[in-house]
């Protein structure tokens, strides 16, 4: 029974070995980025992108280094992988969504010097607002004014649950409608952007933005952020679905 139960024991253990969860560390000395099939690179890739938010920040940031190194040598696979990393890290409606590594990443990739331009300043306002109205910093907005053209009154003292809002866009609409009753004890406020008037949806304060890139890219939108009454963001970019 002794010997019975030790080997139990020992296949136990190698079944909990074997079914550990994979980890991040060593990913591109198991994978090798190659575009030529470009099917089985972007699927290896969103398998590292989901490693990735799910191991510590250290590890994650290790490899995305070590990627990087490797891109280096061929221009093209470079900036096809650097579009993968917007989509999975900065995208609002990626399940991978991670500012800290997007981030990281960015910084990382624009200071290689090889997306130069146009590119390189888009890449760079992702970042600013990624990096803005994090959990804990002090509310951003961007120039705001009402129906009539006034400025906006955003004096603290109570929760704001703010939603940004593209006026173009038929699902920012309905986010209006479906998150009117969310936090019911804040002040719910639109921040809208793009053609149209203010819709008719009540619940909401509605201002148009102005310079808002700064602050965040509309066209993530929508998007929703709530701040204390202290005017401290508790909950960041969240996409409103």
């Excluded at 995305?64 to 992988?81: F, G, Q, R, S, W």
């Excluded at 986010?175 to 909401?204: M, N, Q, T």
Aim: glycine share 6%.
């Amino acid at each position: 029974m002794r010997l019975s139960g030790v080997i139990t024991a020992a296949l136990l253990a190698v079944f909990a070995v074997s079914c550990k969860a994979p980890s991040v560390k060593g990913f591109w000395d198991r994978h090798t980025p190659d575009i030529t099939d470009i099917r089985t690179a972007e699927d290896e890739f969103a398998e590292f992108a989901e490693l990735a938010v799910a191991a510590p920040e250290q590890d994650a940031q290790t490899e995305i280094n070590h990627l990087y190194d490797l891109l280096k040598a061929d221009e093209v696979a470079y900036y096809v992988y650097t579009e993968w990393v917007v989509r999975a890290f900065y995208s609002s409606a990626s399940p991978c969504r991670n500012c800290g590594l997007f981030v990281y990443s960015m910084e990382r990739i624009l200071s290689d010097g090889i997306i130069e331009g146009y590119d390189a300043e888009v890449y760079q306002r992702f970042v600013t607002a990624c990096k803005t109205n994090r959990a804990g910093d002090k509310v951003t907005l961007p120039v705001l004014h009402g129906v009539r053209g006034e400025a906006a009154d955003m004096e603290a003292g109570k929760p704001t649950l703010f939603m940004v809002v593209d006026l173009s866009c038929p699902s920012c609409l309905r986010a209006l409608e479906k998150y009117a009753g969310e936090h019911p004890e804040a002040r719910h406020i639109a921040l809208c952007s793009g053609p149209g008037r203010f819709p008719d949806v009540e619940g909401w304060e509605f201002y148009r933005a102005s310079d808002t890139e700064s602050v965040y890219d509309v066209s993530a939108a929508p998007f929703y952020f709530l701040a204390n009454s202290d005017g401290i963001i508790e909950i960041p970019y969240t996409r409103a679905l």
